[in-house]
């Protein structure tokens, strides 16, 4: 760790909580940001609570700079915010696509924008995002969803050839498909039975951003299950 210990995770479902328990009982001071209050009900006791939306830039902003002015500047940022969504390519709307793009990639993008400066002056830090096996497998029937997870894996390669010299590192972890509240009520039992769980992808989303991953910078991590 660097020596501030500060972690920002956003995203206040059962993987950013997961993200924030393990990175609290390793020694970190960690802020953890969703767009509502009873998103952070569930956070573990001594995180420091921040409502705002990083779909939107100055949201995203402003999320970092409560960070900062709450409890440090952050050396490590963990995004578990997205969005799943069906239909093919050629029934995909402007708004589909503006949708999967605006929650997929948008805040990994200008929470970065945000974040950078402060590792930077602290020294460097690490930076990990939620990407999904069809970002890189494409198959049919989630066009908007895999392009927007394409970029997400696109956009942790740029960032870690334009941050690395600066001791900052980007990784993404891509599961196929999370066991979670919301997949229950959709998908047949059997394709759960080889989901893997929130807690699986947190550890390592949090190897990923600790002394554990240090050698690792603009990877996509399969977590596919079994």
Not at 21 to 26: I, N
Not at 159 to 162: F, K, V
């Given at each position: 760790m660097t020596e501030q210990h500060v972690a920002l995770v956003v995203g206040g479902g059962p993987l950013g909580r997961s993200v924030a328990?393990?990175?609290?009982?390793?020694g970190y001071t960690v802020?953890?940001?969703d767009r509502k209050p009873e998103g952070l009900e569930q956070l573990p006791a001594g995180v420091t609570r921040i409502v705002g939306d990083a779909t939107d830039p100055e949201g995203a902003q402003r999320i970092v700079a409560d960070t900062v002015a709450a409890v440090g500047a952050p050396s490590v940022l963990v995004n578990t915010i997205g969005t799943y969504g069906t239909g093919d390519a050629l029934s995909t709307t402007p708004d589909d696509f503006r949708h999967q793009m605006e929650v997929n990639v948008g805040p990994a993008l200008w929470l970065t924008q945000?974040?950078?400066?402060?590792?930077?002056s602290g020294g460097g830090g690490s930076i990990a995002f939620v990407s999904s096996r069809f970002g890189t497998d494409a198959e049919a029937g989630i066009a908007a969803y895999s392009l927007s997870k394409a970029a997400l894996n696109h956009l942790v390669v740029v960032?870690?050839?334009?941050l690395r010299a600066s001791g900052i590192r980007v990784n993404a972890v891509a599961p196929q498909l999370i066991d979670n509240a919301v997949n229950r009520t959709f998908l047949p039992a059997e394709m759960l039975d080889h989901a893997t769980k929130p807690e699986q992808i947190a550890d390592q989303l949090v190897n990923l951003v600790t002394d554990v991953g240090a050698p690792v910078?603009?990877?996509?991590?399969?977590?596919?299950g079994f």
């Open positions: 328990e393990m990175l609290v009982a390793l802020a953890g940001a945000a974040v950078v400066p402060h590792m930077q960032l870690n050839h334009e910078s603009g990877a996509i991590l399969p977590a596919y």
